[in-house]
């Protein structure tokens, strides 16, 4: 099941995930909250005209804590995940499909409007594409669309956005780009791409957890 993630990492995360949103959880791994840098696709930054956003962090995450399997009509799979506790593991943007693995990355706005930067929240859209996925009820998604309001702390905003594998029909191999829009300008996008792991690596990878 797709899962926003409440977000309290234990290394180098701060307000990760802060952004209170009346439609949603708390922002959790994959949910609301703000703390990057604009990137292309490439994994390079970008400058849209007005808000800036820099990724500073991104790549495999662990939970330490189980967080609470709630319903919700803001993903795709209608499931979200609050307030796990999440462990950075490693950079990167190659996802082994396996079951408890997170995957995401912390990004930072910054150059706010004026009008937007003296308000207590950003009116922000965030956007998943993934490999095609068939839900238990037979039908098929490929991602989902969904707006939130990002909380704005010094003329900034700080958050986090992710994923969990935690069903056997997430388990999909290909591309999952994150996307996060203000109005009709893209600030971040970041890639992962998915992949299985060879019998060896993944009993390997089992056993260190």
């Not at 669309?145 to 958050?159: A, S």
Request: aromatic content about 12%; proline content about 7%.
């Amino acid at each position: 099941m797709q899962r926003l993630f409440a977000l309290l990492l234990i290394s180098s995360l701060t307000a990760c995930d802060n952004t209170p949103d009346a439609s949603a959880p708390i922002p959790r791994f994959g949910d609301d909250t703000a703390m990057t840098a604009t990137a292309d696709s490439s994994g390079g930054e970008t400058t849209p005209a007005a808000t800036r956003a820099h990724v500073f962090q991104f790549g495999l995450y662990k939970a330490t804590a189980a967080g609470q399997l709630i319903d919700s009509s803001s993903t795709n799979t209608g499931k979200v995940v609050r307030k796990p506790t999440l462990e950075h593991v490693s950079m990167t943007d190659r996802v082994p499909l396996l079951k408890g693995t997170y995957f995401g990355y912390q990004y930072r706005l910054f150059k706010l409007p004026p009008a937007v930067a003296i308000k207590p929240f950003m009116p922000l859209r965030k956007v998943l594409i993934h490999p095609p996925m068939t839900l238990p009820d037979g039908s098929t998604t490929t991602g989902w669309d969904r707006t939130f309001t990002g909380r704005v702390e010094t003329q900034q905003v700080m958050g986090f956005d992710g994923y969990g594998f935690h069903e056997d029909y997430e388990l999909v191999e290909g591309e999952w780009i994150f996307q996060l829009w203000y109005e009709d300008e893209k600030l971040i996008e970041r890639r992962f791409v998915s992949y299985r792991p060879d019998v060896a690596q993944a009993g390997l990878d089992l056993a260190n957890e």
